[in-house]
């Protein structure tokens, strides 16, 4: 009896969850932000105006507030942001933004105007800053306090008087190669650096050839590199053959100063050596000459017994 009870208590327990549901935290809606990346142009002592579009993603009056930041990349393509002026490029002291504070209704979309004036006597080159949207922290009703914010990254390059003035170019630093490997795939990529002074966008791309007349190619990606910085393009190569050397030949591409398409290329090589495969190889011809070895000698063995009797 106490068994069908703890049944019948449990089957009820189930119906009850059916029929009425536990209420469920209402996810917490966020901001849209569009675009998040401007790249303009301004000429020194000039001004220029863009606008970017904030949107209440949730079902919740929200506030927001605006602000700006230095920005930079690092080797590993991760943003880093910090406080206005701090980085050498920095763009951020430049901005004017005609609503820093507002409020949005759900679905309502702000336009925002956007002022950015550059000094007369800026340097010319790149120059960077990060308009953020933050939304004001509120407390969901689990006592945590949730707040979301989305930069809109902007890329200003002054030009110069000459074009001797802007200086676009990049150089591969290192391959990402291994020595050997015993199988693939097998992570491939090139460090490059830009060593000018604005930024720019490299493509790579990595092409292999193997002893046995294989040949293969790898799109890397892009990145974007900001002046005096270093970024990475990694991929993963699947075509790895068994055993052998493996030729690899990197090739980066971007438009210098005068937007013509300049490349760049380095080569490496690495083993494929299946070292696994190859020892339980060794192993079987091993064992095969000893078994060879072995009937080899009783044979002889048998035919000094027959000539013996």
């Known amino acids: 009896m106490q068994y069908l009870r703890n049944w019948a208590i449990l089957i009820l327990l189930v119906a009850i969850l059916l029929i009425f549901p536990p209420n469920s935290v209402q996810a917490q809606g966020g901001i849209k932000v569009w675009p998040t990346k401007v790249d303009m142009t301004i000429d020194d002592g000039e001004q220029a105006e863009r606008i970017i579009n904030v949107q209440n993603e949730g079902d919740e009056t929200i506030d927001v507030r605006a602000y700006v930041m230095d920005f930079t990349i690092d080797k590993d393509n991760e943003f880093i942001f910090s406080e206005p002026g701090h980085?050498?490029?920095?763009?951020s002291k430049w901005f004017s933004v005609d609503s820093a504070d507002?409020?949005?209704?759900?679905?309502?979309?702000?336009?925002?105007?956007?002022?950015?004036?550059a000094p007369a006597d800026v340097e010319p080159g790149g120059h960077y800053g990060a308009l953020f949207f933050e939304t004001v922290p509120s407390v969901n009703e689990e006592g945590v306090t949730i707040s979301t914010r989305i930069p809109s990254l902007f890329y200003i390059t002054v030009p110069g008087v000459t074009d001797v003035d802007i200086v676009a170019n990049a150089e591969i630093v290192s391959l990402i190669l291994p020595g050997f490997i015993e199988k693939g795939p097998v992570e491939v990529g090139v460090v490059v650096e830009n060593?000018?002074?604005?930024h720019l966008t490299i493509a790579a791309k990595a092409y292999f050839s193997d002893l046995f007349g294989g040949n293969s190619e790898l799109d890397l990606g892009q990145v974007t590199v900001l002046p005096d910085g270093e970024g990475t393009l990694r991929g993963s190569w699947q075509e790895t053959p068994f055993i052998g050397r493996v030729r690899a030949n990197f090739v980066i591409g971007y438009f210098d100063q005068h937007e013509d398409l300049a490349n760049r290329s380095q080569r490496g090589e690495f083993w494929v050596i299946p070292w696994k495969?190859?020892?339980a190889i060794v192993a079987v011809i091993i064992s095969l000459v000893l078994l060879i070895v072995l009937l080899h000698r009783r044979y002889r063995f048998r035919l000094e017994r027959r000539s013996g009797s």
């Open 87 to 91: 980085e050498s490029y920095s763009a």
């Open 102 to 117: 507002f409020e949005l209704a759900p679905g309502e979309r702000q336009e925002v105007e956007v002022v950015i004036a």
């Open 195 to 198: 060593s000018g002074n604005v």
């Open 277 to 279: 495969h190859l020892a």
